[in-house]
């Protein structure tokens, strides 16, 4: 009778601690490899289906920022490998410990590598996107509370910042009205208009300024 060889694996928990760096896409993935390696069909695939499902949320996201809004990722991110780590991560850990604790260890040079091409291939693609993307509402905001920071600074010489520009109405034509929150609590109603790539921001009774 001939002893059973030794699968061979990338370590689980080595793949678990770059999923911080590249993301639990990563991870998942490597674990799907190692469960196909294992016979476990059923894990493989549930894997597998993280990928995918993470790769269409990290396009939404990215998507739904440049195009619409702000999107809060870093409490994203680790909800989503919390989420991973403790559904199918620690899965694979547990097992692995349990009954393959003499399996032969991957070379992690070319999963790495890859993986940092892909990197450069999505922040190309994200770079390609905003270049190519109409200014949204919260681009607006942001630049909005840079001029009117500059208002208060050098025409009205208040020693008091800007936190915040919400705008509360579309009125056409590029034109919103907006409310800017202070740090002493005051709030200011102000006017935007954005034309021919330039925001003009006006304090209500006060100096208006443009910005490229």
């Known amino acids: 009778m001939t002893d059973k060889k030794p ?5 689980p ?9 590249f993301t639990p896409i990563f991870g998942a993935w490597i674990h799907a490899k190692n469960w196909e390696k294992l016979g476990k069909d059923k894990e493989k695939k549930w894997s597998m289906f993280f990928v995918y499902g993470l790769i269409m ?14 999107v809060q990722s ?6 989503i490998l919390f989420t991973w780590y403790f559904s199918l991560g620690k899965l694979q850990i547990d097992y ?15 999963p790495v590598t890859y993986s940092l091409g892909g990197y450069i291939v999505f922040f190309g693609l994200i770079f390609v996107l905003i270049a ?10 942001i630049a909005s509370k840079d001029l009117v920071n500059q208002i208060i600074s050098e025409q009205l010489q208040e020693e008091v910042i800007c936190e915040a520009v919400l705008i509360n109405e579309e009125l056409g034509n590029g034109e919103y009205k907006a409310l800017a929150t202070l740090n002493n609590g005051e709030k200011k109603d ?8 330039m925001l003009y921001v006006e304090i209500l009774d006060n100096i208006i300024l443009s910005s490229p």
Do not use: M, Q
């Open 7 to 11: 699968v061979t694996l990338w370590n």
């Open 74 to 79: 870093s409490p994203l991110s680790l909800g």
């Open 132 to 141: 190519v993307a109409p200014i949204n509402k919260n681009d607006i905001e």
């Open 13 to 21: 928990n080595v793949a678990t601690c770059l999923s911080i760096l």
């Open 57 to 70: 949320i990290t396009l939404f996201a990215v998507l739904y920022d440049i195009f619409i809004g702000s």
């Open 96 to 110: 692995v410990k349990k009954n393959n604790e003499d399996y032969i260890k991957k070379s992690w040079i070319k």
């Open 190 to 197: 102000i006017k935007i208009k954005y034309e021919n790539d």
